[in-house]
């Protein structure tokens, strides 16, 4: 239980760390907050060779507003995010749903970076990422490009990131005027990952008919999942009941993809996937209602 | 060769300068490097809770970290706590009174959480204090005695 060697690289720039991952494109391992890397180093199933850690690059830790936006440094802490006013105003579903991200020992180390780039299917800031329309913002020792949210998560722990870039910002458009949103998981104990979760907006018009809606669901197939059909059944309805419940049924049979584990079968995923959807949205079109 | 770091670490308000491996975590660190073994190590993967310290003050799992990089920083251990045996801090003194432990392998951990926590929500609840207790394993207790524990030195501490 203890990592194997490694070269170790704590540069104080973001300029040093990019000519690093440069010098070691493809060996370089970036080392954020450290807490899904280490435990697997420890394990030894990951050995870089090479580590980068970004700690010490204080110029990624920002959060602010900008132009209709929040823009936030990669190596923000989870536990900054959770405690932000700009965020809890513009994006409330993020304020939401952090402190469902594992213990606050956790959180005061995990980068909100750290755990987009891991992109483990059953962590809540990726969900979180499709469902807010984040872009992310990649470098490397060259040059810069924005990636949209739902063009990063490419698989099972993999991204659209190439071996030497970092994932330096991220930017969240601020939540449309009229929407409400809800963040809900079932987990075996408080902090630990969730058998089924999801994130759900609801912007209603100002006839109380729904203008948009967005469910995004984690542990539910090879990365966060975005049901957009399930979304579009409620577009331009009102929220009945039994609407909701269709769009429940459409995306827990449909358009998840469950794998079931040691604690549960892929057929209660889907249970719990239909069950949470219903009081998401609800609480979701209950919100947008009481901000019109 | 081993390549190797100096660092200069503040723990427990002392100061201590050593040259590391960069893989050695900062649990083995303070564990062996400085004998400070109140921190404990359970699973070593960031499930359990027992080596739980102050980094700068926040509490984090000294498993998932490295030495190197606690260098420049101010690390509390459960060491840090009290200044001899007969004047425990209250919430060491409380784990006593209300049978907080039985094997005592998890407490240090559990206090060195506990201690943010009650600076943060100085008057929890019960669903509160288990929910903060959730990242803190314990198989001898139930939690029942950890709960009245961490009420009665939520009273102390007023």
Request: aromatic share 6%; with cysteine.
């Amino acid at each position: 239980m203890k990592p194997a060697p490694f070269e170790y690289h704590a540069p104080d720039s973001l300029e040093q760390a990019l000519q690093i991952m440069k010098l070691n494109a493809g060996e370089g391992k970036i080392l954020a907050g450290g807490q899904s890397l280490v435990p697997a180093m420890n394990f030894r199933v990951v050995q870089p060779g090479v580590l980068i850690d970004l700690n010490r690059v204080s110029e990624l830790s920002f959060i602010h507003e900008e132009d209709g936006t929040i823009r936030i440094g990669a190596m923000a802490r989870e536990r900054h995010l959770e405690f932000d006013s700009s965020i809890a105003k513009r994006t409330p579903l993020l304020t939401e749903a952090t402190p469902f991200i594992a213990h606050p020992q956790i959180r005061n180390r995990g980068t909100i970076g750290g755990s987009i780039v891991n992109a483990d299917p059953a962590a809540e800031l990726p969900v979180l990422m499709l469902a807010l329309n984040a872009r992310l913002k990649a470098r490397n020792a060259s040059n810069e490009r924005w990636i949209d949210a739902s063009d990063f998560f490419t698989g099972m722990f993999s991204t659209a990131l190439e071996p030497d870039e970092i994932l330096v910002e991220i930017e969240l458009p601020f939540m449309p005027a009229h929407t409400g949103w809800s963040f809900m998981e079932v987990a075996p104990r408080a902090g630990d990952y969730a058998l089924m979760g999801v994130a759900a907006l609801v912007t209603l018009d100002e006839n109380g008919k729904c203008a948009g809606a967005k469910l995004v669901y984690l542990n539910a197939g090879e990365g966060p999942v975005d049901a957009k059909e399930a979304a579009q059944i409620l577009q331009g309805e009102i929220l009945s009941d039994e609407l909701i419940k269709s769009a429940a049924v459409h995306a827990s049979e449909k358009e998840i993809n469950p794998f079931g584990n040691v604690h549960t079968s892929a057929e209660f995923q889907r249970h719990l996937a239909n069950v949470l959807t219903k009081k998401a949205l609800k609480q979701a079109a209950q919100r947008a209602g009481d901000l019109q | 060769m081993t390549q190797t770091f100096p660092v200069s670490i503040k723990v427990n308000e002392k100061e201590y300068k050593r040259e590391v491996e960069p893989r050695l975590l900062l649990s083995d660190f303070l564990r062996h490097e400085l004998g400070l073994t109140g921190t404990h190590v359970g699973c070593e993967h960031g499930v359990c809770g027992a080596c739980t310290i102050l980094f700068d003050g926040d509490s984090a799992r000294s498993c998932l970290m490295f030495a190197v990089q606690a260098s420049g920083h101010h690390i509390t251990t459960v060491e840090g706590l009290a200044n001899d045996r007969d004047n425990l801090h209250p919430l060491q003194q409380s784990f006593w009174e209300a049978h907080g432990l039985q094997c005592g392998y998890c407490t240090p951990g559990i206090l060195m959480t506990m201690i943010p926590f009650l600076k943060q929500n100085p008057d929890p609840t019960e669903d509160e204090i288990r929910h903060a207790l959730s990242g803190n394993l314990c198989r001898c207790t139930g939690y029942q005695h950890i709960v009245d524990a961490v009420k009665l030195a939520a009273e102390k501490m007023k």
